[in-house]
C-alpha cells in the first residue's frame, strides 16, 4: 500500500519548501517543518517533505540500511518520481539516521569549482537539537550560533569541519527531527566544543 | 491504459459514466506537467530531445485497497483520474470484467474506427503510376 | 549604467486595455473560439507548437488568439508557459517505423513498396485564390479507398541502406544532452544540434537551407521520403518501472539523400541529413533536414566555408524567442546609454573646433 503525499501539494510543498530554504539561510537554526503527508516507516514525516519538495525525477536518492525498505522505495518512486540508487556517490540526495552508518562525506559528490551545485545534499534523521556540541558562524549568521543535535559524535563534526574546508564544492546537510528541521551549508564554520 | 489514454475524453466519460460513482480515494490528485519527447536521429539512430508536451497524471485508492495510475496527455484532470480509476477497476476480477466489455472494448473499437477511416482516406490519395505507350508502332 | 524611471504605470495600463480592444476588433462579430484556432488554423498551432517547443493544441490556440495571430509573440507565450510547469520524465524514442501515415511521399523513388501517399497537401493545387471559401462552402467529404494502407510502411533510406549505398546512423545508446537543462556549448553533438533545429524558426532555417541549393555549402539533396502521420508517445513513470502509451500525437519526418562520402576504409555511400517536428510542418522539417546535413561539415570532413556550416553561427540565431528578445528590447529605454553618447560626440566635436582654432591662431 501506498502512503498518501502531501495533501494539498502546491500549498504544501511551498510551505515546505520555505521551511527548508530558510533552515539553509540560517544555518542552526531550528524551524517547524509540519505537513499533512503520510510518510512510511521509518521515515519521519519531516524527512519526507524534504524529499518530496526537493527531489524529481533528475535526483537519485540513496538511503541508509536502516531507512531502505520496499514501503520507503516505492514511496520516493511514486511521489517524488526519483530513483532509488544504490550507489551514494551518484546520489544527489542521501537519507541516514544519526547515530548509524552513513559513507564518508568526501565520498559523495561534492560537485565542482564551475558548478559546485552538483553536489549531494545529506538528510539526516534525529531525534531532536539541543546546543552544545559546536558554535556555528558564516554566512546567515550575525555572529554566532551555538548548535547541537542528538546522537551526533565528533567524528561526524570532524568531518564536516572537513568538509568546509573543501568549500566551495562539498556536501549540505539537512537535520530533520520529528516536525523540525535544520541546516549545515558547507559555507558555515564550525567550531567544535570541549565537551563534545 | 493504452485506450483509456488514447481515447478522446468525450467517449471515456459516456462509456464510463456507470462505474464513475465508484468510492475512491485520491493518491496523488490530478497534476498536470511536461513529458519530454525524443525522436531518433535518421529515424533508427541515437535519441535526441524534440520537445515537451503536457501530460495530467492521477493515481487512486480503492476502498479495497487496490491502486489504479493514469498518465495522459493534455491538461485534462477529469481524463486523468477516471483513467485511475478505471485502471483501478480493470485489476479487480468482476469489476475488471465488466470495465473491459463496458468501457475499455467500445473504445477500443471507435479507435479502430477512427484508424480506418483515417488510413482508408489517405490511400485514396495513393498515386497509381502508369506509363504513356509511345513509339511509331 | 541603468538608472530606474517611474512614472509610466498608468499608461501602462491603459496601453494594455488598448491592446485588448484591439484584439477584439468589431464587437459585432462573433469571437474567434479556440476550437476554431486548432480545428481552421491548424498548421499555424503547428508552429506554434513546434517553436513554443510544447505540444498541445489547445494551449497553442490560446496563445495565437491572446497574441492576435502574431506567430512569435504566441510562441514566446507558451515557452513562458512551460517554465511554469514540473517536467515528469523523458519518454520513450518515437518509432516513426510504426507511424499511422496520412502522406508519405519519395522524391528519389517512383515506386517505393507502399506506394505513393498524397495526403492533404498544397502541392499540385495551382495556387489560385479559392473564393468559395469567403462564401463559407462546405467541403465535399474525403475520398475513401476500399482497403486501408499497410500498416508497415518501410523506409525508403532502409532499401538503400541493405545496399550498403547508405550511412547507418549510429545508435549509441547513451543519455542525448538537453538545452532546457544545460546551456548550449560549442562545439555541440548532433543530438543538442537536432533539438535545437526543431524548435529553430522556421524562417531562419528556410533560408539556411535555401542557401545551401543556391551554393553556400551545397550538398546535393533528394528528398529521400518525407512522412506525416499519428505516433502514439510511450513514457515510463519511475513508480511503474514499465512503459504506458499516455497518448498520441501528429508528427512529419523528412529524410534527405545527400552526395557521397567515402573513406579509403568504406567505399562511397550517400549521408543523409533528417528532420522531425511536431503536427504537420513539411517545409519546417525539409529545412531543417537540409541544415542537419549541412552542420555535420566537420564530421564529413568537409571544408566549412558556408553559414549553414557554422554551427556557432546557426545555433545562436535560431530561436526566435531569444532573437526578438534582443532586437526588441531596443525599443525599451535606454536613455542614459543615449546621453552618455550624446556627451562624447558633443566632446569630440568641440575638440576639434578647439584645435582648429588653435591652428587658426597660430598661423
Known sequence: MTERGFLDVAMQSA??????????ARPGRVLELGSDLEAPDPLLSSAAAVALTLCD??????????????????????????P???????????????????????????????????????VIQVAGFAPGDVVLSGP????????????????????????????????????????????????????????? | MRVLSLSDWRDLESYAKEVAGTPHDLLRAPETGLVMLRGRMGATGAAFNLGEATVTRCA???????????????????????AALCDALLQGKDSGTAVSEMVIAPLEA????????TSTKAAATKVDFFTMVRGDD | MYVAVKGGEQAIDAAHRLLDEERRGDRSLPQVTLDQIAEQLTLAVDRVMNEGSLYDRELASLAIKQARGDMIEAIFLIRATRTTLARFGYAEPLDTQSMRVKRRISAAFKDIPGGQILGPTFDYTHRLLDFSLAADAEPAEAARAPSELRSDMPRVLELLGSEGLMEQPSAEAGEPEDLTQDPLNFPAGRDLRLQNLARGDEGFLLALAYSTQRGYGRTHPFAGEIRLGTVEVSFTPEELGFPIVIGEITITECEMINQFKGSTTVKPQ????????FGQCERKVMSMALVDRSLRAGELGEERVAPAQDEEFVLSHSDNVQATG??????????????????????????????????????
Request: hydrophobic residues 50%; negative net charge; proline residues 5%.
Open chain 1, 140 to 196: 546567515g549568521i550575525l555572529s554566532s550560533e551555538p548548535f547541537g543535535v542528538a546522537g551526533l559524535n565528533t567524528s561526524f563534526w570532524a568531518a564536516m569541519v572537513e568538509n568546509h574546508a573543501r568549500f566551495p564544492i562539498g556536501i549540505d546537510v539537512i537535520f530533520a527531527a520529528p516536525g523540525l528541521v535544520a541546516a549545515l551549508p558547507r559555507a558555515t564554520e564550525i567550531r567544535l566544543l570541549e565537551s563534545v
Open chain 1, 84 to 122: 532509488v540508487t544504490d550507489e551514494p556517490g551518484k546520489a544527489q540526495f542521501l537519507f541516514a539516521m544519526a547515530g548509524e552508518t552513513w559513507p564518508a562525506p568526501a565520498l559523495l559528490m561534492q560537485g565542482t569549482h564551475e558548478y559546485p551545485d552538483r553536489s549531494a545534499t545529506l
Open chain 3, 270 to 277: 550517400f549521408t543523409r541529413g533528417y528532420g522531425l517536428g
Open chain 2, 60 to 82: 487512486v485508492r480503492l476502498v479495497d485497497g487496490t491502486e489504479g495510475h493514469a498518465y495522459v496527455m493534455g491538461r485534462n484532470a477529469a481524463h486523468a483520474r477516471l
Open chain 1, 15 to 24: 510551505h515546505a519548501f520555505r521551511a527548508i530554504m530558510q533552515a539553509v
Open chain 1, 57 to 82: 525525477f533528475q535526483t537519485p536518492i540513496w538511503l541508509a540500511p536502516e531507512l531502505r525498505n520496499e514501503n520507503v522505495i516505492h514511496y520516493l518512486r511514486f511521489h517524488a518520481g526519483a
Open chain 3, 326 to 363: 534582443f532586437v526588441e528590447h531596443l525599443k525599451l529605454p535606454h536613455y542614459v546609454d543615449f546621453q552618455s553618447e550624446l556627451v562624447l560626440l558633443r566632446r569630440m566635436r568641440a575638440e576639434i573646433d578647439i584645435a582648429k582654432d588653435r591652428l587658426e591662431a597660430a598661423e
Open chain 2, 110 to 117: 471507435k479507435l479502430q474506427a477512427a484508424h480506418v477511416e
